[in-house]
């Protein structure tokens, strides 16, 4: 019986194969850096030893823009239950922790690599040497407290690359730090359409949604009081929540979030998990608070 090995060509960590043990660390984490395609086959599946060694090839060919995680359905269940694969092969691609594109059955080889290419382009084109030194010398000036300075730096390489998401992201933070979130909304909305949907001005947009929530969040301490009193008071929880991340507080934030969706997810149209995702959209990817929102309500999810 014939077995789909990973491609020897490629470097090790580029495609490997998955088991349901392994899906959180392999697709959902790793995804947060690099898009990852997932490969649900079985080795009994004529059609999979079509698409396996064309999935593989154009997966090489992008050179660590995106990773191939294979998962045999036959030994691992779980997670194909749970996505719904009714059919192999099935291919899912994920981005950030979530799903983003998909499709069912083998398909030509040129189909293969356009996939591949579109879910690669979603962490974007490398930046140019000299843009990727001054964006870095304006994000250090933005630590350091120097945010006009920054929005100038960001601004002058916007006149060089009106199409830089790093840096249009980076003029609306300068902006917020100044603790003006109607320019910093300005600038956002004017943003090339090109760049409209990229995921760094995505997560600018959550940071300035949750600004101004926070903004309207009332106390603290009385929110607190309040949950403890009524902890069945899903608004109340949602609440602080809000407070609690305004504060700075984005683990608790986070874990009221999870407490109430744990509750209830479906109140308020699924408030909380759409808070949620504004919040890990709004965050460092790689915040060790953020993976762990994230695996928890994975968890959740397809528990």
């Known amino acids: 019986m014939l077995e789909l090995d990973a491609n020897p060509s490629a470097p090790a960590d580029l495609i490997k194969d998955g088991t349901d043990a392994s899906f959180a660390a392999d697709v959902i984490e790793a995804s947060q850096s690099v898009p990852i395609i997932v490969d649900f086959w079985a080795p009994w599946c004529g059609p999979c030893k079509t698409l396996g060694p064309a999935i593989e090839a154009a997966v090489t060919n992008a050179k660590g823009r995106v990773k191939l995680v294979k998962i045999d359905v036959d030994a691992n269940q779980a997670y194909a239950g749970q996505l719904q694969v009714q059919s192999i092969p099935t291919v899912y691609a994920f981005y950030q922790g979530r799903p983003v594109d998909g499709f069912q059955g083998a398909l030509p080889p040129s189909e293969i690599n356009a996939f591949v290419e579109k879910i690669a382009a979603l962490a974007g084109e490398p930046e140019d040497d000299g843009l990727s030194a001054a964006i870095e010398a304006a994000d250090q000036m933005l630590e350091d407290g120097a945010a006009a ?35 910093a909304e300005a600038v956002l909305n004017g943003a090339p359409a090109e760049i409209s949907t990229d995921p760094l001005l995505e997560a600018v947009h959550a940071q300035i949604t949750l600004a101004k929530e926070a903004a309207n969040a009332g106390p603290v301490a009385d929110l607190l009081a309040a949950v403890e009193a009524a902890p069945d008071d899903l608004q109340a929880r949602f609440d602080l929540a809000t407070a609690l991340h305004g504060n ?56």
Not at 154 to 177: D, H, I, K
Not at 262 to 286: P, V
Request: without cysteine.
């Open 248 to 303: 700075g507080d984005v683990e608790g934030a986070v874990n009221e979030l999870l407490e109430l969706f744990r509750r209830d997810r479906e109140w308020n149209d699924g408030a909380a998990k759409a808070q949620l995702f504004t919040i890990f959209d709004a965050s460092d990817a790689k915040d060790p608070i953020i993976l762990n929102g994230r695996r928890k309500l994975s968890s959740m999810i397809f528990a």
């Open 149 to 183: 300075d920054a929005a100038e730096t960001f601004a002058a390489v916007l006149q060089e690359e009106p199409n830089n998401a790093t840096a249009y992201a980076g003029l609306v933070r300068s902006y917020m730090a100044l603790g003006d979130l109607d320019q």
